[in-house]
C-alpha cells in the first residue's frame, strides 16, 4: 500500500499515525516532493470510483489563488488530469492507493472500512 501525503499535513499526520497504531504496512511517499504524474491520477481516478473534484485540494492556497472553483466545470477531466499533474500541492491529501482502492482525505470510517484491521 502506498501512503501519500505532504508531511507538515496536520491530517496526513493524524492519518499516517492511524495507520501506524493499526499495524498496516506502507510506503510512504512526500506529494511535494514527488508529485503524482497524469498517469497515476488517472488510474487511481478510476480505481477509486470517486468524483475527480475529490482529488483537488479545495482548501489549498495554490487551488484559491488560480480561482479554480469557478475553473474546474468548464474543463475536460483530460485536463484536471492533467493540471493536478503540474503541482502536488492541488491533489488532495493523503491518498492511500492499495491493490483494490484508493482513499482520498482522512476520513477514518472510510479508512476502517477499506483497510479493515
Not at 41 to 59: C, D, I, M, Q, V
Not at 79 to 91: F, I, K, N, R, Y
Amino acid at each position: 500500500m502506498q501512503f501519500i501525503e505532504y508531511p507538515k499535513c496536520s491530517t496526513c499526520q493524524k492519518a499516517k499515525k492511524w495507520l501506524e497504531e493499526k499495524g498496516v504496512a506502507f510506503s510512504d511517499r512526500n506529494i511535494k516532493t514527488d508529485n503524482p504524474t497524469k498517469e497515476e491520477l488517472e488510474r487511481w481516478y478510476h480505481a477509486g470510483n470517486l468524483p475527480l473534484k475529490r482529488f483537488f485540494n479545495t482548501s489549498g492556497l495554490l487551488y484559491k489563488e488560480m480561482g479554480l472553483k469557478d475553473k474546474l466545470p468548464g474543463m475536460s477531466e483530460e485536463e484536471q488530469l492533467a493540471l493536478l499533474s503540474t503541482d502536488g500541492m492541488l491533489v488532495k491529501r493523503p491518498l492511500v492507493v492499495g491493490e483494490d482502492f484508493v482513499l482520498v482525505g482522512f476520513k477514518e470510517k472510510e479508512w476502517e472500512a477499506a483497510i479493515g484491521r
